[in-house]
């Protein structure tokens, strides 16, 4: 089976300050993505990082970087320079390809509030 | 691009009335996706397309349930007789190829009353 678990039901980070959310991932599937979704107070889903399991480089974009730790199924998010717009709930997620069917799983989220 | 977009926003029924919701992938992408967020449960997969042809629906809580894709623009879920159980926000997305990232659409935000 394949799980998502994010420990950190909310953090706050001051502004400016980088901020570490934790993922950390179970599956059998050899070939998989992991994801990071950003969903601020307005509902949105917004797509944020990706990391393919045989990456050999950590993911980045902008602010964003995955620290992809695959022999711990770890996938955290770092973000640096946090910013009040950061504030919102983040969500890792994982997709794989098993069988013919692709499977999908979300984490349970992190409620980020960034302090001015 | 536009984006996925999803219609409507909002939706109000009344318990046992049909309601249809509509989504339009990123134009060029082969799959496309229907979740359901509630605070419950959080985000579920219902169902999921790929080149038009769902694949897996066994996300879909029950026959009231149903989801089509006539073409690879166009989506609809489908839940008739809605119940007040029901009430959550359906998002739809769409990814090009396996196990890239998927693009969400803004949700429509279903309450059944």
């Known amino acids: 089976a394949q799980k998502i678990t994010q420990t950190q039901p909310g953090m706050f980070v001051q502004e400016k300050e980088a901020v570490t959310l934790d993922c950390t991932y179970d599956?059998?599937?050899?070939?998989?993505?992991l994801f990071w979704y950003k969903q601020p107070s307005s509902g949105e889903m917004i797509f944020l990082i990706y990391?393919?399991?045989?990456?050999?480089q950590n993911a980045t974009e902008g602010r964003y970087s995955l620290n992809f730790q695959k022999a711990r199924k770890s996938a955290n998010l770092v973000i640096s320079a946090s910013q009040l717009g950061d504030s919102a709930m983040y969500f890792c997620?994982?997709?794989?390809?098993?069988?013919?069917?692709?499977?999908?799983?979300f984490g349970t989220g992190t409620k980020l509030q960034v302090i001015p | 691009d536009a984006g996925v977009i999803q219609s409507p926003r909002h939706e109000v029924t009344e318990m046992g009335q049909e309601v249809t919701l509509r989504c339009k992938p990123i134009?060029?992408?082969?799959?496309l996706f229907w979740y359901r967020q509630t605070m419950m449960r959080g985000l579920e997969l219902l169902i999921y397309?790929?080149?038009?042809?769902?694949?897996?629906d066994s996300g879909m809580p029950e026959d009231r349930f149903s989801a089509k894709m006539p073409n690879a623009s166009f989506s609809t879920l489908k839940i008739q007789p809605s119940e007040p159980r029901d009430s959550a926000v359906y998002f739809c997305?769409?990814?090009?190829?396996?196990?890239?990232?998927?693009?969400f659409g803004q949700g429509t935000r279903l309450t059944v009353v």
């Open positions: 599956t059998s599937d050899q070939s998989y993505g």
């Open positions: 997305a769409s990814s090009f190829q396996g196990t890239t990232e998927a693009f």
């Open positions: 997620a994982m997709r794989a390809l098993s069988g013919g069917y692709q499977k999908v799983t």
């Open positions: 134009s060029g992408h082969d799959y």
């Open positions: 397309f790929n080149n038009n042809v769902p694949i897996d």
């Open positions: 990391q393919g399991s045989y990456d050999e």
